[in-house]
């Protein structure tokens, strides 16, 4: 009777864990996002491009360029990407594998932005020791391409390093590394320069959506939890109030939650944008207090999203601006505290059960 006692206590507790296990994993969206790290960006292309019979080894800093390039070359190539999407450019550090493929290539497109690559400089050093190492390496950044973010003057870094959420900065990209490319296989510049004008109308395409959006928000007031659509909001001339980060990787503080909302409340700003690359917690949090809604927005390939409805994976430069523009026509409001309230009740349950279980063993000792 008593084993029977103590197996039903046992199934009790198993089965609590893998339900709140369960829950947690369903409900929260993080852990969506970091669940497929395969997603291979720029699978998908304009019926314009054509596949090249490129022979050289590619490597691209971010997924981002990564796409771009794949855009030149066509299928023909599969271009190795270090930062792929769902993790953070800022703080990333490369994998061996990695660091191989960048020694093994022909030629390293990046960015060329400090802030976004602050592995560039060791890594590099260290696969150059013996000075043997000489791909073609080309920045796609331009100085002119950085602007002064208001934000982010109080962090001491007043540039906003993500230019390429601007397609007009993507479209000098493209031109630059088709040069390259061009230049470095001549039989190929034919397919290359095709496949260049053919993305080029690709991203005209994605400035007229663009332009057609901010009809509809131009002047929208937003508070956004990272940095990182500066450009794109310029161009949409929204009015950013504020940024709930301090600084980079950096959790704000009950203060600067307090001030966030304070600046909400004080502007009539009703919408917070929050990016599957960093928490978001802070911007619910700030969402329910102020009754405001919220647009997931990423900067990223590789990630997927709740797209009309549906659950899509972010493979191309295109379908994120795309989707972008959709989300923010698009805000929903904050998970309710009512799910938080049912996962910690699991929790809760878990706890007295195994307090249980432990006062039944001590009870049932003492009494032999
Ligand atoms: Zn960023």
Not at 81 to 97: K, N, R
Not at 223 to 251: N, Q
């Amino acid at each position: 009777m008593k084993k029977k006692i103590k197996l039903h206590f046992i199934i009790f507790l198993i089965l609590l864990w893998i339900i709140s296990g369960f829950s947690i994993s369903v409900y929260n969206p993080i852990n969506r996002f970091e669940q497929d790290k395969t997603i291979d960006p720029g699978i998908e292309f304009d019926p314009g491009i054509e596949s090249s019979d490129t022979s050289l080894n590619i490597v691209a800093t971010i997924s981002i360029i990564g796409n771009v390039i794949q855009n030149i070359v066509g299928s023909g190539s599969i271009i190795t990407t270090i930062v792929s999407g769902q993790e953070d450019p800022h703080s990333y550090e490369p994998t061996p594998a990695e660091v191989i493929a960048l020694r093994e290539a022909d030629v390293v497109f990046r960015m060329g932005i400090e802030d976004l690559e602050p592995w560039w400089s060791i890594t590099a050093s260290s696969i150059n020791s013996s000075g043997d190492w000489t791909p073609t390496i080309v920045e796609l950044k331009e100085e002119s391409m950085l602007k002064i973010d208001p934000l982010l003057l109080a962090e001491g870094g007043a540039y906003n390093p993500h230019v390429w959420m601007d397609p007009n900065n993507i479209k000098n990209f493209t031109y630059k590394a088709n040069d390259t490319l061009c230049s470095l296989e001549s039989t190929q510049e034919d397919v290359f320069s095709n496949n260049t004008k053919a993305y080029i109308n690709v991203l005209d395409n994605l400035l007229i959506q663009i332009n057609n959006s901010k009809q509809e928000l131009q002047g929208l007031k937003v508070v956004v939890s990272h940095p990182a659509f500066f450009y794109l909001f310029t161009l949409l001339d929204m009015d950013r109030v504020a940024l709930i980060e301090p600084g980079e990787d950096k959790e704000p503080s009950a203060a600067d939650i307090a001030n966030v909302i304070d600046t909400m409340e004080q502007s009539g700003c009703k919408l917070i944008v929050y990016d599957p690359q960093h928490k978001s917690d802070s911007a619910y949090e700030i969402a329910r207090t102020t009754g405001s809604e919220l647009s997931l927005l990423t900067p990223l390939l590789g990630v997927e999203v709740a797209w009309n409805g549906m659950i899509k994976a972010i493979s191309t430069y295109q379908e994120m601006i795309e989707y972008d523009l959709w989300s923010l026509a698009h805000p929903v409001e904050p998970p309710s505290l009512a799910n938080y309230i049912w996962i910690y009740l699991i929790f809760g349950l878990s706890i007295a059960s195994i307090i249980g279980v432990m006062v039944y063993f001590r009870y049932h000792k003492s009494e032999d």
